[in-house]
């Protein structure tokens, strides 16, 4: 069954933006870190941003802060991706993940994160995201 489901990708012009959206049924109320990640092939999956639903504390990746907003709508049962003034570097596969809070506890930087989600984590299938020149 799955749980979590990107979409929102697509193909835009350099300086454009997208939003991402993820269906996150059951993960968005507490007790959750929830985030998004990018994989461009030939190259690690790397963490873009996350979020503590407990505390909303949110965290980014060098390469997105300023341009990049999490988000998430417990009503809609959503997480979310605000991405503007996109760039070629950009292009990537996007996934969100879900883990539990508890499984981060001294977790203080994306890099330290990513781990814990990608050895805890449940994840998406993906959503393609293209960046023209």
């Known amino acids: 069954q799955v749980q979590l489901v990107e979409s929102g990708g697509g193909s835009v012009q350099a300086g454009g933006s997208l939003r991402l959206s993820c269906a996150a049924p059951g993960y968005t109320y507490s007790s959750y870190y929830l985030g998004w990640f990018r994989q461009a092939p030939g190259k690690e999956r790397e963490g873009v941003a996350v979020i503590d639903t407990d505390t909303g504390s949110t965290y980014y990746a060098d390469s997105v802060r300023g341009r990049s907003t999490i988000s998430r709508d417990n009503t809609k049962n959503t997480l979310y991706l605000q991405m503007n003034s996109l760039k070629p570097e950009d292009t990537a596969m996007y996934y969100c993940?879900?883990?539990?809070?508890?499984?981060?506890?001294?977790?203080?930087?994306?890099?330290?994160?990513?781990?814990?989600?990608?050895?805890?984590?449940?994840w998406g299938q993906g959503t393609q995201v293209t960046v023209s020149s």
């Open positions: 993940a879900a883990v539990p809070s508890s499984h981060l506890v001294g977790a203080a930087t994306i890099a330290t994160m990513t781990s814990s989600f990608l050895y805890f984590g449940d």
